[in-house]
Nanobody, 114 residues
């Protein structure tokens, strides 16, 4: 059974930083691309960042230069470093991978507010 568990969300002021963590189990982690999505109230879930098995990364335009996705295959963990946070980054952030079907974590709330 594949499980993804996120942590690291919280309340931060504009311009601040947070680091999200996603611990995976039940898969050979190094073989799979990993994704971070987010969903703000009243909006559709949005793909924020992807890291492929070889380490290549992709980002949605709105976070380029501010967010960094990385992975630690030895510890089955994917990270999302978020810098220079803006109020529009406020959302529930979800870790995701696709193993024939989409697998989601429970989400972690990120709130950017003064």
């Amino acid at each position: 059974q594949v499980q993804l568990v996120e942590s690291g969300g919280g309340l931060v002021q504009p311009g601040g930083s947070l680091r999200l963590f996603c611990a995976a189990s039940g898969i050979i982690f190094s073989l799979y691309a990993m994704n971070w999505y987010r969903q703000a109230p009243g909006k559709q879930r949005e793909l924020v960042a992807t890291i492929f098995r070889g380490g290549i990364t992709n980002y949605v335009e709105s976070v380029k230069g501010r967010f960094t996705i990385s992975r630690d295959n030895a510890n089955n963990t994917v990270y999302l470093q978020m810098n220079n946070l803006k109020p529009e980054d406020t959302a529930v952030y979800y870790c995701n991978t696709k193993v024939g079907v989409d697998v989601w974590g429970q989400g972690t709330q990120v709130t950017v507010s003064s």
